[in-house]
Every structure is written in C-alpha cells, then in structure tokens.
C-alpha cells in the first residue's frame, strides 16, 4: 500500500491591526484642526495627540469595581456650591440645631410659666396691677370738660310783634308755586305778655328747648306740623327771661284769648284759625 504523504494546508491567518506605530508614514497628511484630536486604539502609544477616553471596551472586564476600576472623569455632583457628602452632613448639622432650639425653646417657655405660677404672659404683680389700672380707668376718666355757654341774652319782640300774624320758613320749602298761600298749621299769631295755655288742664306739652327769639320758639313748633302734615302742635309759649335747659315750650292746648290772663314776660303763639285740641 503505498504510502500517503498528508498534506499541510497552510493555516488560516486572522488579519491583524497595525500597531500604532506602523500607522504613520511619510507621506504628507492633513493636520487635524484644533480639538478634533482622537486616537482611536485602546492603548495608545505614541503621544503625538491626546487621548480622549471613551466609554470601556466591551472585551474590558468592567466587573471589577475596585479602587482602580475605570473612572470616566465625571466632575462631582454640586449641591448649593458643595459635593453631595459636604451637603449632607452640613444638613444634618442644621437641622440638628434647628430641633435644639425648637426643644429649648419649649422648655424654657414651660419652665417661665412654672416660675411666674401662671400662663407666663405677665410677671407676678403685673396682673394685679393691670387690673386694678383698667378698674380705677372709668373714675380717672371721669369727662371734666365743659362746653362753652353761650352768653347770648334771649331776645323779645314784644310788645311790638303783640296780635301780628308769623309765618313759619318751612312753608318756602314746602309751597311748589311762588307766592302761594301757605298751610295754615304754619301761620301763627303772636300775642304778649299772657299766660301758658300748657299750663291748663287738658293740654300737652310735646317739647321743650332753649332759643334766642319767640320767632325760634314758634319755628320748633312749626317743625312738628310739617313732620305731620297738620296742626300737631298748636301753641308756642316763650319766657326770654328763663334760664337753661329750656326757655321754650311747645305743644297742643286748649286757648281763648278773652279768658287768659296777663302774665309779664311770657309770649305765646298760637297756630291760625285757634288752638287745635
């Protein structure tokens, strides 16, 4: 059997990068603009351009988290101008102090109320004297003000206004025509130096004031007829010599001329067509 030399087939070679080195050569290259420097190879070694690092190979073992494992040179993490760590401890330092003071507050906000045997809003003694302040307050500002007085003497028009006719000023509010006839509960007659009529029995005194004229003193009696739209009130008694409060009455009597007496000093008015009971 003859015999069969084997054959050797050649073996089959895997392409194989250059290395660095072999990468470069003589002829002319562009030189790369400034920032766009990259080598690409995983160990570079030639220091012609810097190396940027990228992200491991795949083929690196990235399980290993070691003192030396890969760092991809990230800057730290900033937290109001401090690393994550300085943050944090600073933090807990201020809230720390912050339930320190909350709870010594609380204490000694607790202990002051102890002491003063109280709420700790006031010392002992303040409250009584507080008190004893706000209870005497109503003597101590007991008004001493008096108001001036006028010195005004009251005047008479009598004898010489004595059985004329006065028409009240309402009555130039109250007409809508110039010139018109004015109601008649604002027409009065005066009359001099006779009696109260309010002072008889029946009548009713509707109220009274201190004025300066018998005019003013009919004028408020006048006021209750426009209120009322009739003769509520039908007399004006004025006395020019009284004194205050009042010096004017006025009100709704009974009146006869023929039967009031004489009385000096007093004038009364009495509203037109006689006394309204």
């Not at 006395?239 to 009100?251: F, L, Y």
């Amino acid at each position: 059997m003859p015999f069969i030399q084997p054959q050797h087939h050649p073996q089959q070679q895997m392409p194989q990068r250059l290395s660095a080195l072999c990468q470069f050569h003589n002829a002319p290259e562009v030189a790369p603009a400034h920032g766009l420097e990259y080598d690409d190879t995983p160990y570079p070694s030639s220091d012609k351009y810097p190396v940027i690092h990228t992200a491991a190979s795949s083929s690196y073992d990235t399980k290993y988290t070691g003192k030396h494992a890969y760092n991809d040179n990230r800057p730290p993490r900033i937290i109001f101008g401090m690393k994550i760590k300085t943050f944090l401890v600073v933090a807990f330092v201020v809230m720390l102090i912050v339930v320190g003071a909350a709870v010594g507050g609380a204490v000694g906000g607790r202990a002051l109320r102890q002491n003063n045997g109280g709420d700790g809003m006031w010392p002992e003694g303040t409250i009584s004297n507080a008190t004893s302040t706000t209870a005497s307050s109503p003597t101590s500002a007991t008004p001493t003000f008096t108001a001036a007085t006028p010195t005004y003497t009251p005047l008479s028009d009598c004898p010489d206004s004595n059985n004329t006719t006065y028409t009240s000023a309402h009555s130039s509010t109250l007409s809508s025509t110039p010139n018109s006839t004015p109601p008649l509960y604002l027409t009065f007659t005066k009359h001099c130096a006779l009696a109260s009529p309010l002072s008889a029995s029946g009548s009713t005194t509707l109220s009274d004031a201190f004025v300066y004229s018998f005019s003013d003193c009919v004028e408020l009696c006048a006021s209750f007829n426009v209120v009322s739209q009739k003769a509520e009130c039908s007399v004006a008694v004025y006395r020019p010599g009284g004194s205050r409060p009042g010096n004017c009455w006025v009100g709704k009597a009974n009146f006869d001329i023929g039967s009031s007496a004489v009385d000096e000093g007093t004038d009364v008015a009495v509203v037109v067509g006689g006394s309204k009971s």
